[in-house]
């Protein structure tokens, strides 16, 4: 009993503080673990929940690693020594949050890109991000003011790119601090007040605020730059541009120019809205609530003004209809006709807006249903040259191409009417959500697919010999579906009258390898867009090159199939999802070989579109039968029948 109660006497209670610090430790472990030991794979599938509209991420699969050494698995994913260095995540419709918290634990994150997608709200605080090098997000809807201190801490921020957006306020002049900036891009925003005093007079290459509200003298250290990176501002002044003395002359003369045309205006509108107001007290007709496409296209033009720009349509004007700018010209004989008015009166819904253009599907009165799409950047030939191509492109008939029906033309505005298809795109029957009703394509369907683009394509080249790109935006999306899953082709044959600006950025030929290498395309570069549809519709992986403004010999489909091939990975590369395939195999090899063939880097060893077509006829459409196709089908040891592709 002593013996106890001199132990007992050894062992002292603790204290409050040690208390105190135990339980600070005990909670914060949980945080610690969870801050610190999430994996890139984890982080990323995080971060994709925060976002909307999301399938072009679709091979974002928990299952696979984002990246394998410098070859990134998931989309728009690029890696370094097995760690993701950048998130290039370019034109895929994304919205949502871009939940820079979440990416904070990427360690060797250094790029970010979210260029041409629709997100809104203000920017993101990518300072959390400290080590990135460049920051893209240019082509959204980001509006409000930027916190002056947006970039403070970022002293590795090389690129900053943030065209084509809706911010207000004054430039942060925590940019003007950045010790390695390169280049700054702040154009098309609404930016204002002056300029802050840029110290990087020396390691600034590219620098651009045009078209915003900015005011006062430009910083000396900005001088040298040429007038374009300020053009487009009303009351800037100074070198590069007029001085501020005679600036200020022409800023008084135009405020009170303004005041008078306010005042006009005014006028006009409360007169207008009197006229409305006793219109619609005399009128006993109620009004059609279905918005119509005039409406539609005036909601595009608000949510979108950077790719639609102003509507510029004729209007009827009741009943002193002034002469119409143009009309509809229709280029068919076979559809009943329907004036320019009447369509834009049609009930119409959105399709979607992208930079190469909006599509609306409108319904005539009568129960006619169309595609609409409206361009802005078709200005690359005059009027005469335009009706001519238009008209060339009406006499094209084909089971596999998706006619035009007729066009609308003024400098400002192109309208191109074609029939409504119910079943979408390729794009969406293989990268969309499936269930019940809407099942993933089997093989049947897929070959069927196959051979109707290779019919279509060959269609192309005899009908229109003189073109050097035939099609020349071949890709998933561009080919259409109708009720029996028949392909047909859709936006081709565009590229003489797209503005060459634009067809280098949007159009699937100028991603091409001999572009890349050479600056050229060949009546073969359609081949090559052939080749990386075929691996699509075999493989079921959305190809990077669609997001890509150009192409990468690391990333692209067919690299990727020919890494698998020689890694023995050949269980990896078809669509699990492949259906009635069971007894297939020989011709799903054979056609994978034919992908390849047409997507080599060299021009002269691709297949022509003869040898192409000829190929693929010879594969039959019977359905076999049994489950999805899975890896058994293909093992490894087929890779021997690939030798030499």
């Not at 200005?379 to 006499?395: A, D, P, S």
């Not at 060459?500 to 949007?506: F, G, H, I, K, W």
């Not at 067919?558 to 890494?563: G, R």
């Not at 034919?594 to 192409?612: A, F, H, N, T, W």
Request: proline share 5%; with cysteine.
């Amino acid at each position: 009993m002593v013996k106890g109660a001199r132990l007992g006497s050894l062992t002292r209670a603790p204290s409050l503080t040690t208390l105190i610090f135990s339980l600070v430790v005990m909670l914060s472990c949980p945080v610690m673990s969870s801050s610190f030991g999430a994996s890139d794979t984890e982080i990323l599938l995080k971060f994709k929940g925060s976002l909307q509209h999301s399938n072009a991420l679709n091979n974002w699969d928990p299952n696979v690693e984002p990246c394998e050494r410098n070859r990134g698995n998931w989309a728009g994913v690029i890696c370094l020594n097995g760690n993701v260095r950048g998130l290039q995540l370019e034109n895929m419709g994304l919205m949502g949050t871009i939940d820079v918290d979440s990416l904070v634990s990427l360690r060797y994150l250094r790029t970010l890109s979210f260029m041409n997608n629709t997100f809104t709200g203000t920017m993101p605080t990518i300072k959390k991000l400290s080590a990135l090098r460049s920051v893209y997000l240019s082509y959204n809807h980001f509006s409000g003011e930027i916190p002056d201190d947006a970039f403070a801490g970022m002293s590795l921020l090389k690129k900053v790119f943030l065209t084509n957006n809706e911010f207000t306020g004054k430039i942060p002049s925590s940019l003007a601090t950045l010790p390695g900036l390169l280049v700054l891009r702040l154009d098309e925003n609404k930016f204002q007040g002056h300029i802050p005093n840029f110290q990087q007079r020396d390691s600034l290459k590219k620098f651009n605020v045009s078209n915003n509200n900015l005011e006062g003298p430009i910083p000396a250290s900005l001088s040298n730059l040429e007038t374009s990176s300020f053009s487009g501002n009303e009351y800037l002044c100074g070198p590069p541009l007029e001085s501020c003395e005679s600036c200020s002359r022409r800023q008084l003369v135009l405020k009170i120019f303004i005041v008078v045309i306010m005042v006009v205006l005014f006028v006009a509108v409360v007169a207008a809205l009197c006229s409305i107001f006793y219109l619609r007290k005399q009128s006993s007709v109620p009004l059609d609530r279905r918005p119509t496409l005039r409406d539609q296209m005036i909601n595009v033009v608000a949510s979108y003004p950077n790719q639609a720009g102003e509507l510029k349509l004729p209007e009827s004007t009741g009943h002193r209809r002034k002469v119409e700018h143009g009309k509809l010209s229709f280029i068919r004989d076979d559809r009943d006709k329907f004036g320019l008015q009447d369509l834009l009166k049609s009930s119409a819904e959105v399709l979607g807006s992208a930079t190469f253009g909006s599509s609306y599907k409108a319904t005539i009165t009568g129960g006619q249903t169309l595609v609409v799409k409206r361009y802005r950047q078709m200005n690359n030939v005059g009027r005469e040259e335009f009706n001519e191509h238009m008209r060339r492109l009406g006499t094209l008939s084909h089971p596999n191409l998706l006619p035009l029906v007729a066009y609308y033309y003024r400098r400002e505005e192109k309208l191109l009417i074609s029939d409504f298809v119910e079943n979408g795109s390729l794009a969406s029957l293989l990268h969309g959500k499936h269930n019940e009703n809407q099942p993933p394509p089997d093989w049947p369907t897929r070959l069927r697919i196959i051979k109707g683009v290779a019919r279509g394509l060959a269609y192309l080249y005899d009908a229109i010999p003189s073109l050097t790109l035939p099609h020349g935006h071949l890709k998933s999306s561009n080919v259409l579906l109708d009720e029996s899953f028949e392909p047909l082709l859709a936006d081709y044959a565009l590229s003489p009258v797209i503005n060459p600006d634009l067809s280098r950025q949007t159009m699937m030929a100028y991603k091409s390898p001999e572009y890349a290498q050479h600056g050229s395309i060949t009546k073969k570069t359609d081949i090559w867009s052939f080749g990386v549809l075929i691996l699509e519709i075999l493989t079921g992986r959305f190809p990077e090159n669609y997001l890509t403004q150009v192409h990468d010999t690391d990333t692209d489909l067919a690299s990727w199939v020919n890494k698998m091939i020689t890694g023995k990975r050949m269980s990896e590369v078809f669509d699990l999802d492949i259906g009635g395939a069971k007894s297939s195999k020989g011709e799903l090899l054979k056609l994978l070989k034919i992908g390849l063939s047409c997507c080599e880097q060299e021009v002269e060893r691709r297949l022509d579109i003869k040898d192409v077509v000829e190929k693929i006829e010879e594969f039959k459409e019977e359905e076999s039968e049994g489950d999805n196709y899975a890896s058994s089908v293909v093992n490894d040891g087929d890779a021997n029948a690939l030798r030499g592709v």
